[in-house]
Antibody
């Protein structure tokens, strides 16, 4: 059974860089054809897709965040990571990592981490 | 960008009711539409993918239909554990987007 687990600081100061890691267990991050995504949800609000990295290493980002986002993968640790620079209070949210199977019809997010709250505050 | 609009935003219903939630895309997305259920403090859970395919392990009282721009999620007979928030999501565009959510509450 595949499991995803987010980790990283729960508090980040304004203008700094938010860094989170998603550790994948129960399967290799580099086997098969998967999209590994980051999604966030401000308190009481809806879901916003941040970006994804493919098994090959190619990335796609939400244009609204593209200038500040980097998603990378470390296959040796079975992890992928999110960096979001120049954060403001508007970036305060629960951050989820999720998996989608590229070859599956409509590539739904079939596995999710439990989410981690990141607060941007001085 | 493809905008996803759900209706209603909230809904009150009783156990045993049949409930339908609608999701409309701002342009045609073929059948690239997924539905998720989210309970407070939990990650979303996949219910339906490709508009009408039931995810493994999801009860058959959940069903999805539609293509193009208009989609529906139907719960045939509400159970107590179904009270949650539901989201649609399009994967037609690389810029994935979600609906704003429909909160299903107990009447």
């Amino acid at each position: 059974q595949v499991q995803l687990q987010e980790s990283g600081p729960g508090l980040v100061k304004p203008s700094q860089t938010l860094s989170l890691t998603c550790t994948v267990s129960g399967g290799s991050i580099s086997s098969g054809s998967y999209y590994w995504s980051w999604i966030r949800q401000p308190a009481g609000k809806g879901l916003e897709w941040i970006g994804r990295i493919y098994t090959s290493g190619s990335t796609n980002y939400n244009p609204s965040l593209k200038s500040r986002v980097t998603i990378s993968v470390d296959t040796s640790k079975n992890q992928f990571s999110l960096k979001l620079s120049s954060v403001t209070a508007a970036d305060t949210a629960v951050y989820y990592c999720a998996r989608a199977v590229a070859a599956r019809p409509s590539s739904p997010f079939d596995y999710w981490g439990q989410g981690t709250l990141v607060t941007v505050s001085s | 960008d493809i905008q996803m609009t759900q209706s209603p935003s909230s809904l009150s219903a009783s156990v045993g009711d049949r409930v339908t939630i609608t999701c409309r895309a701002s342009q045609s997305i073929s059948s690239y539409l997924n539905w998720y259920q989210q309970k407070p403090g939990k990650a979303p859970k996949l219910l339906i993918y490709a508009a009408s395919s039931l995810q493994s392990g999801v009860p058959s009282r959940f069903s999805g239909s539609g293509s193009g721009t208009d989609f529906t999620l139907t719960i045939s007979s509400l159970q107590p554990e179904d009270f949650a928030t539901y989201y649609c999501q399009q994967s037609y565009s690389t810029l994935y987007s979600f609906g704003q959510g429909t909160k299903l509450e107990i009447k």
